[in-house]
T-cell receptor
Framework: AAGVIQSPRHLIKEKRETATLKCYPI?????VYWYQQGPGQDPQFLIS???????DKGSIPDRFSAQQFSDYHSELNMSSLELGDSALYFC????????????FGQGTRLTVV | KQEVTQIPAALSVPEGENLVLNCSFTDSAIYNLQWFRQDPGKGLTSLLL?????REQTSGRLNASLDKSSGRSTLYIAASQPGDSATYLC???????????FGKGTHLIIQP
């Protein structure tokens, strides 16, 4: 069965650079979530989209932005990168928003040097 | 603000034992609770989803229960195997497209 696809799997950037992470949800899933997991930490919710509209916002820094496109894929744009942004970034998708199971991608490991 | 706590933080048991992982949450107004498995540096694999109206869910050797009123969930693993070694995370959903609130996980090691 198709799963959530994230690209790239690994990314190395320098401080103050910009990064774009991509997420392709499971076919027919209309809701996408982004999470950040720092080393040894639990995943922290960043932002979500339902039917291409921003739905909820968590602890996403102002330097980050995201959107969901007409084909339901989503991109997380990160600017002015800081060392503390080094983390595993997960995307998850679900069908609808009520009582639905969230399926996670394998994540993008971002290293800021 | 929802807070999720998992006990114990780490657990090491011999192969074949049955074990229980605990999860508690502060806000009982959840839509569902989901248990995940995470291998080191890897993604999150969904194990079980319990709707707020349900009391338990089973999948193979795994059984998860939910008691909303007391803010608790447990994951029961029967006849543990070395391949079960991983970090187990529980996460509570507040509904809508709210993100999941995760616990810090239980790091489980099954000794061969």
């Amino acid at each position: 069965a198709a799963g959530v696809i994230q690209s790239p799997r690994h990314l190395i950037k320098e401080k103050r650079e910009t990064a774009t992470l991509k997420c392709y949800p499971i076919p027919r899933h209309d809701t996408v979530y982004w999470y950040q997991q720092g080393p040894g930490q639990d995943p922290q919710f960043l932002i979500s989209f339902y039917e291409k509209m921003q739905s909820d916002k968590g602890s996403i820094p102002d330097r980050f932005s995201a959107q969901q496109f007409s084909d339901y894929h989503s991109e997380l744009n990160m600017s002015s990168l800081e060392l503390g942004d080094s983390a595993l970034y997960f995307c998850a998708s679900s069908l609808g928003t009520l009582n639905t199971e969230a399926f996670f991608g394998q994540g993008t490991r971002l290293t800021v040097v | 603000k929802q807070e999720v706590t998992q006990i114990p933080a780490a657990l090491s048991v011999p192969e074949g034992e049955n074990l229980v992982l605990n999860c508690s949450f502060t806000d009982s107004a959840i839509y569902n609770l989901q248990w995940f498995r995470q291998d080191p540096g890897k993604g999150l694999t969904s194990l079980l989803l319990i709707q707020s109206s349900q009391r338990e869910q089973t999948s193979g050797r795994l059984n998860a229960s939910l008691d909303k009123s007391s803010g608790r969930s447990t994951l029961y693993i029967a006849a543990s195997q070395p391949g079960d070694s991983a970090t187990y995370l529980c996460a509570a959903s507040g509904g809508g497209a709210d993100g999941l609130t995760f616990g810090k996980g239980t790091h489980l090691i099954i000794q061969p």
